[in-house]
Nanobody, 125 residues
């Protein structure tokens, strides 16, 4: 089983990117999916979470109103639409499966689950 992130890249401030997290080999709708990010020299931080059926969505304060999370269980994919990007959004973005399927747990940067390899987002000023 694995999850794979894609969609990162280089974008100017104010621009948009859409990240994808695609799973294989697991019962996708058994899990919530969380996005974390980690900038160089900084700790990994939680960005967003979506419950197993998409009914609950959680965002970090730093991305509220700019990022939108969604999922398509038929495609086993979660999307993170990122608009109005800022240089401080520059980081490696990771998705991870969460057996707490309702996004009610705390952000745990070292949580167990299926982690992807990450996709780099770079926002230039």
């Amino acid at each position: 089983a694995q999850v794979v992130e894609s969609g990162g890249g280089l974008v100017q401030a104010g621009g948009s990117l859409r990240l994808s997290c695609t799973a294989s080999g697991l019962a996708f709708d058994d899990y919530a999916i969380r996005w974390f990010r980690q900038a160089p020299g900084k700790e990994r931080e939680g960005v967003s979470c979506i419950s197993w059926n998409g009914g609950r969505k959680v965002y970090a304060d730093s991305v509220k109103g700019r990022f939108t999370i969604s999922r398509d269980n038929a495609k086993k994919t979660v999307y993170l639409q990122m608009n109005s990007l800022k240089p401080e959004d520059t980081a490696m973005y990771y998705c991870v499966t969460d057996t707490n399927a309702y996004c009610t747990g705390t952000w745990r940067p070292t949580m167990s689950g299926y982690w992807g390899q990450g996709t780099q987002v770079t926002v230039s000023s």
